[in-house]
């Protein structure tokens, strides 16, 4: 028998969504020094560019942009912006796929991001059961799966 989904196929897409105002953008995808020290370390503005918008999607909404996904245009622009390189130069980054992989790795090492496993799942089922006795909505608990997840910089996709 298969198994009932808890969310509508809408509030799943919800869970993963970027923002979607100018403010929240900021919030979420303004660098620090530090972030603009590591990623003017990259050769060249497509680089740049690539390796800093990586770092955005992993720290949120927590996922990896696919190879042949492109950036939401507003995050791109703001990226671009604070990096001080045009847009057009995502165009050129990722040409070897390689490049994405090192660069992945990169950022999972410098800034601690590491993918959701079995241990992950079973520490949110322990965090998670005291508000699933209180609601019987499953995005209430998929949201408060989210905030836990993008303060700990696990990796859901």
Known sequence: MPRRSILSAAERESLLALPDTKDELIRHYTFSESDLSI?????????????????????????ILGA????????LRL????????????????????????????LQTVFGFQPFTIG??????????????????????????????EKTEKIVR
């Open 79 to 106: 990226v671009a912006n604070q990096l001080k390189v045009g847009i057009e130069s995502w165009d050129e980054y990722g040409q070897r796929e390689q490049t994405r992989r090192e660069h992945l790795v990169e």
């Open 39 to 63: 990623i003017r370390q990259r050769r060249g503005p497509a680089n740049r560019l690539g390796f800093a918008v990586q770092l955005c999607y992993l720290r949120f909404p927590g996922v």
């Open 120 to 149: 992950h799942y079973r520490q949110a089922v322990q965090l998670l059961t005291e508000l699933a006795m209180q609601t019987d909505k499953g995005i209430v608990l998929a949201r408060a799966l989210m905030g836990t997840i």
């Open 68 to 75: 042949d996904e492109p950036p939401f245009p507003p995050l």
